[in-house]
C-alpha cells in the first residue's frame, strides 16, 4: 500500500537554526510528493511539492529533493524563524484516476526567539 | 481568489441534531474533497467530487452525506453522529482530479458531538 512515515516531533530549535524534517515513503506507482503546512488552528497550505524523481520543490526558504532511489522527500530550511512553527505534514498521490493525498502523522516545530 | 471558504467554523451538535457543513470555491476548481482530521492526526479522505459527481467515497459511514450542488460548493450532511465523530473537517478543492495537482484547503469546521 501507500505510506509515509515521518520523524516523530515535536522539534524545538533556535532562531535562524538549520531545520531537517525527515520524510521517506512507500507506494505503488510513481507518487507525487507534497509538503503541507498546517499553523494553529488552520487549514493546510501546501508548501512545495515535487513530481519526479530529482526534482527539488523550494518555497518561502523551505526545499525538498524528490529522491528515488532511497525514497525519501525530507524538508529543510536554512534558517528557521520564530513564524515558522507549525506542523508540517509529508504527503504523496499516486496515480488511481484520482487525487488520494495519503499524509505522514504530521512533526511539530517550535522556534524559540 | 485562491481561497476555499469553509462555514461555520465551529460547530456543537447532539447526536440526533441534523446540520450541513458548506465550502464554497470561485478558482473554477473542478475536483473538491472532504477530509477528517482527528486531534494531533494527520487528515483522512472521507469523499471525492470530480466535476460535481461523486468519485471516491472512503467507505464512510451513511450519518455523513455530501452534496455537490455545483462546481463552486460542497455540502457535507451530518446526521445521528456519535462523539467520535468529533473531528477538524476540511474542505480542499484542485484545477482537476489528477494526482498531482495542488489541492487548496479551507481552515476547517470544528465539528463537536455532543
Known amino acids: 500500500g501507500n505510506s509515509v512515515t515521518q520523524m516523530e516531533g515535536p522539534v524545538t530549535l533556535s532562531e535562524e537554526a538549520f531545520l531537517t524534517i525527515n520524510c521517506t515513503y512507500t507506494a505503488t506507482g510513481y507518487p507525487s510528493l507534497f509538503w503541507y503546512v498546517q499553523y494553529p488552528g488552520e487549514g493546510l497550505q501546501l508548501l512545495l511539492k515535487?513530481?519526479?524523481?530529482?526534482d527539488k520543490g523550494s518555497n518561502k526558504g523551505f526545499e525538498a529533493t524528490y529522491r528515488k532511489e532511497t525514497t525519501s522527500f525530507h524538508l529543510e530550511k536554512g534558517s528557521v524563524q520564530v513564524s515558522d512553527s507549525a506542523v508540517y505534514f509529508c504527503a504523496l498521490s499516486v496515480d488511481t484516476g484520482f487525487q488520494k493525498l495519503v499524509f505522514g502523522t504530521g512533526t511539530r516545530l517550535l522556534v524559540s526567539p | 481568489d485562491t481561497e476555499v471558504t469553509q462555514t461555520p467554523k465551529h460547530l456543537v451538535m447532539g447526536m440526533t441534531n441534523k446540520k450541513s457543513l458548506k465550502c464554497e470555491q470561485h478558482?473554477?476548481?473542478?475536483?473538491m474533497y472532504w477530509y477528517k482530521q482527528k486531534a494531533k492526526k494527520p487528515p483522512e479522505l472521507m469523499f471525492v467530487?470530480?466535476?460535481?459527481?461523486?468519485?471516491i467515497n472512503e467507505s464512510v459511514p451513511s450519518r455523513f452525506s455530501p452534496e455537490c450542488p455545483n462546481s463552486s460548493l460542497l455540502n457535507l450532511h451530518l446526521h445521528a453522529l456519535q462523539p467520535e465523530d468529533s473531528a477538524l473537517y476540511l474542505c480542499?478543492?484542485?484545477?482537476?482530479?489528477?494526482?498531482?495537482?495542488?489541492?487548496?484547503f479551507g481552515q476547517g469546521t470544528r465539528l463537536t458531538v455532543v
Open positions: 480542499a478543492s484542485s484545477q482537476d482530479g489528477r494526482f498531482n495537482t495542488e489541492a487548496f
Open positions: 478558482m473554477g476548481h473542478r475536483a
Open positions: 467530487y470530480s466535476y460535481e459527481k461523486l468519485s
Open positions: 515535487a513530481t519526479k524523481a530529482d
